[in-house]
């Protein structure tokens, strides 16, 4: 009973990572430009995504994220207590209350920007069974040469991270509070 519930659970999750991580637009060259000179955005929040997430913990209130972050946040879901923060930058911190008072943390990034030459995926069937076995994340990022992951989402039992590979590839992973074991992780290896 408990395996199959874990599987379930587990493909929920995997259902869920793609689903979310597939729907990004993508910005036309055209529509960055403006009478022929490039537009950027600007960071409207006191912090970019990267470094608000650190500053962000479980704990904190509405209005205490507010103060952290430097702009307002949406409040996207009434019934299931979810807020947005728009930090500019094509950023954004989402937080997730549900019906508690412990949110989960979840940042959005551009992926392209977080690819690192050091990443190496070329072997996620050998990480997946030192995943099963039970792997630190110190011992998951050596696994994928060296580099330390970008933190996208945190609450108060675990911790998510995400390494991609300038070959193309991308992996998350998650690590439990309690131990800094991976719980769980996906993605794919390089297709370059």
């Not at 009478?35 to 600007?42: A, G, I, Y």
């Not at 070959?167 to 509070?177: E, M, P, Q």
């Amino acid at each position: 009973m408990k395996k199959s519930k874990l599987l379930v659970v587990t493909f929920m999750c995997m259902l869920s990572l793609f689903l979310v991580t597939g729907c990004a637009s993508k910005t036309t060259k055209d529509e960055v430009k403006k009478d022929d000179t490039k537009e950027t955005s600007k960071l409207k929040a006191k912090c970019s995504a990267l470094e608000c997430i650190k500053k962000i913990e479980p704990e904190n209130t509405v209005e205490e994220v507010n103060k952290i972050v430097g702009v307002e946040g949406k409040l996207t879901s009434e019934e299931y207590n979810i807020y947005e923060y728009d930090l500019g930058n094509d950023e954004k911190i989402t937080l997730k209350y549900y019906s508690g008072t412990k949110a989960t943390i979840i940042a959005d990034y551009d992926r392209d920007s977080l690819a690192d030459k050091k990443v190496d995926l070329s072997n996620l069937q050998g990480l997946k069974s030192k995943v099963s076995a039970g792997i630190t994340y110190d011992e998951f990022k050596n696994e994928i040469g060296g580099s330390d992951g970008t933190l996208i989402e945190k609450s108060s039992t675990s911790n998510k991270y995400v390494w991609v590979s300038k070959k193309g590839g991308y992996v998350t992973g998650s690590f439990r509070i309690s131990d800094n074991k991976c719980s769980f992780f996906s993605g794919y290896g390089d297709s370059k």
